[in-house]
């Protein structure tokens, strides 16, 4: 009884720590506010990175192969006709108190590169700010934590 009670006090606790990250699995939903992909952000190196880890179509998941081969015609550079399944769209994002920023994103729905930050609103929201020059010239979106309840 011991050790299921310490098992369960010990995955309750993993999952709060990890639902006050801003590390894990996120909706990122198009213009109409369907999902249309999920991203996952992770750590390397002390700084943060994001890359497309699902494609979704009209609010659902693609599996089908020509989907999920799509590519980023728009893009520039080395990211030109790479697939966006796998695609790393965000950069090189520091901790600096509780936002991470100088780094940059991809949006690969139009192929530019902005600097960004991010920043953690509550455990199941996201704030991406994107941005040229100033933050004033720039774009705001949200995201969800995957698993949450949408």
Not at 46 to 57: D, G, P, R
Not at 111 to 138: D, M, S, V
Request: charged letters at 30%.
């Amino acid at each position: 009884m011991k050790k299921r009670l310490l098992t369960f006090f010990l995955i309750a606790f993993s999952i709060a720590i990890n639902a006050q990250t801003i590390f894990g699995k996120w909706y990122s939903k198009d213009e109409m506010g369907k999902i249309d992909s999920v991203i996952e952000v992770y750590e390397k190196n002390e700084k943060a990175f994001a890359k497309i880890s699902e494609l979704w179509y009209r609010g659902s998941r693609v599996t089908d192969p020509k989907g999920l081969n799509e590519v980023c015609d728009l893009c520039e550079g080395e990211n030109k006709g790479k697939k966006k399944l796998g695609l790393n769209i965000l950069a090189d994002l520091q901790k600096d108190g509780n936002e991470w920023s100088g780094g940059t994103i991809l949006d690969p729905r139009n192929g530019k590169i902005y600097t960004c930050y991010i920043e953690l609103i509550n455990p199941h929201k996201l704030k991406i700010r994107a941005y040229l020059g100033i933050t004033l010239l720039g774009r705001t979106v949200y995201l969800e934590r995957v698993g949450v309840q949408l």
